[in-house]
């Protein structure tokens, strides 16, 4: 790990494609020093090196939030390096056909240990890093999905993707949490909905939005009181 230290730390899990690499390339073209971090290594380091190479401040590194000594080693490397921004996006699925009678549990609950517990492991783990850097931010990447008044995505009319939804909504009552335990330490904790996004082959022909507005849509949850759930910076009903 090799960053400048005159910019402001920013650090973005599961970042080697999707929305997470895009929300790593805007906080970089914003100005923050960007940590990469991916399962896969080799990832990470290619995108903070592609990020590097077009002049930005960036370095890729391996991180499974899922795996407790792997958020450790992270938290070990960057020492007590001040951390202003911190995006949870990593995130595992399941078989989008689900229903709650149908889930295998077995798979739901590794969804839950990336989707609910990892950010929540990380935020532990960095929470000094945080503290050092506040005024700090904490996005965690959440899902209208998850949400149970959306009228697009939510639960009252969705029977399917239950591991998923049930996953997200878990992360919106987690973001909460922290966000009334930490206010007053100047770190303010938010959770955002980037929207049905084209991160596939095929999304667009779906009416998914271009990744970089799915990723702004995050981003823009840096701006948003502590404790709220947002998706393009407007308030979305838990």
């Known amino acids: 790990m090799d960053v400048t230290e005159d910019r402001p730390l920013a650090l973005v899990t599961g970042a080697a494609r999707g929305i997470g690499a895009e929300v790593a390339r805007q906080l970089a073209e914003g100005g923050h020093a960007v ?22 401040a960036a370095a890729g590194v391996a ?18 390096r001040p951390l202003r921004v911190l995006v949870n996006n990593a995130a595992a699925f399941a078989d989008w056909t689900e229903t709650a009678t149908s ?17 929540w492991r990380t935020v532990q783990a ?15 990447v959440g899902s209208g999905s998850g949400s149970h008044g ?29 966000a009334v335990e930490l206010r007053d330490q100047g770190i303010v904790v938010n959770a955002a909905d980037p929207g049905l996004t084209a991160t596939a082959p095929g999304m667009a022909d779906m009416g998914a939005r271009p990744v970089p507005e799915g990723a702004a849509s995050v981003l823009a949850a840096l701006h948003a009181p502590a404790g709220t759930f947002t998706r393009d910076g407007e308030t979305l009903p838990w």
Do not use: Q
């Open 103 to 119: 889930a295998d549990l077995e798979a739901a609950r590794a969804v839950l240990d990336t989707n609910l517990l990892g950010p």
């Open 35 to 56: 940590l990469v971090t991916a399962r896969d290594a080799a990832a990470a380091v290619a995108h903070a090196d592609a990020l590097v190479a077009e002049g930005h």
């Open 150 to 178: 959306d009228p697009e995505f939510g639960l009252p009319t969705n029977p399917v993707s239950t591991t998923y939804a049930v996953s997200k909504a878990a992360l919106h009552a987690l973001t909460v949490k922290p």
């Open 63 to 80: 991180l499974d939030v899922a795996d407790p000594a792997s958020v450790a080693a992270l938290a070990r490397e960057l020492g007590g």
């Open 126 to 140: 960095l929470l000094p890093n945080l503290r050092a850097g506040a005024p700090a931010r904490v996005v965690n």
